[in-house]
T-cell receptor, first 113, second 113 residues
Framework: GAGVSQTPSNKVTEKGKYVELRCDPI?????LYWYRQSLGQGPEFLIY????????DSGLPNDRFFAVRPEGSVSTLKIQRTERGDSAMYLC???????????FGEGSRLTVL | DQQVKQNSPSLSVQEGRISILNCDYT??????FLWYKKYPAEGPTFLIS?????DKNEDGRFTVFLNKSAKHLSLHIVPSQPGDSAVYFC????????????FGSGTKLNVKP
């Protein structure tokens, strides 16, 4: 497709379980971002990839969160031992560069029961 | 510590009138600002941007004004249309960390026919 694709669109899991969220960016975009949006808040930065490497992971809240982008395209956000506070919309975005705007996917809504 | 603030959670405007959405920031190092629009069940979509070397940027019905001394920016939509009804987020980044965007909490605009 032409836009950023995220799967699953909805994920319900139980506290303590492991979750993977996938992002397929726009073809040719080297920069990829993960953001998290809680209800009533704006998107909050988690991690930024330039190519295959995580250039800035300062927004990851703790070591239960990890993200990879092994071939410089698709990225997976991994959350271990999920907690109820992890419930949020997880947004992925890609861009061509600094002055290119971020193109967001529709998000993956995670609910931890 | 929220570095980008949108103090009005909602705004209601009559169709054809001007909508003014405001955004304040605290970090004087921010030099690039964007506005995003978000419809329900969709990811945010880029609307307009401005860099700190300008104080105004216009694109059709949308104009963004930047007041660096006041650390304030605003988005003007004129004339407002019912299809403009959405949540609007402002975002900012700094040259030294240009891939980390800070978002405000959003303003929900309702344009009444």
């Amino acid at each position: 497709g032409a836009g950023v694709s995220q799967t699953p669109s909805n994920k319900v899991t139980e506290k303590g379980k492991y979750v993977e969220l996938r992002c397929d960016p726009i073809s040719g975009h080297t920069a990829l971002y993960w953001y998290r949006q809680s209800l009533g808040q704006g998107p909050e930065f988690l991690i930024y990839f330039q190519g295959t490497g995580a250039a800035d992971d300062s927004g990851l809240p703790n070591d239960r969160f990890f993200a990879v982008r092994p071939e410089g395209s698709v990225s997976t956000l991994k959350i271990q031992r999920t907690e109820r506070g992890d419930s949020a919309m997880y947004l992925c975005a890609s861009s061509e560069g600094r002055d290119g705007e971020l193109f967001f996917g529709e998000g993956s809504r995670l609910t931890v029961l | 510590d929220q570095q980008v603030k949108q103090n009005s959670p909602s705004l209601s405007v009559q169709e054809g009138r001007i909508s003014i959405l405001n955004c304040d920031y605290t970090n004087s190092m921010f030099d690039y600002f964007l506005w995003y629009k978000k419809y329900p069940a969709e990811g945010p979509t880029f609307l307009i941007s401005i860099s700190s070397i300008k104080d105004k940027n216009e694109d059709g019905r949308f104009t963004v004004f930047l007041n660096k001394s006041a650390k304030h920016l605003s988005l003007h939509i004129v004339p407002s249309q019912p299809g403009d009804s959405a949540v609007y987020f402002c975002a900012a980044s700094a040259e030294y960390n240009f891939n980390k965007f800070y978002f405000g909490s959003g303003t929900k605009l309702n344009v009444k026919p």
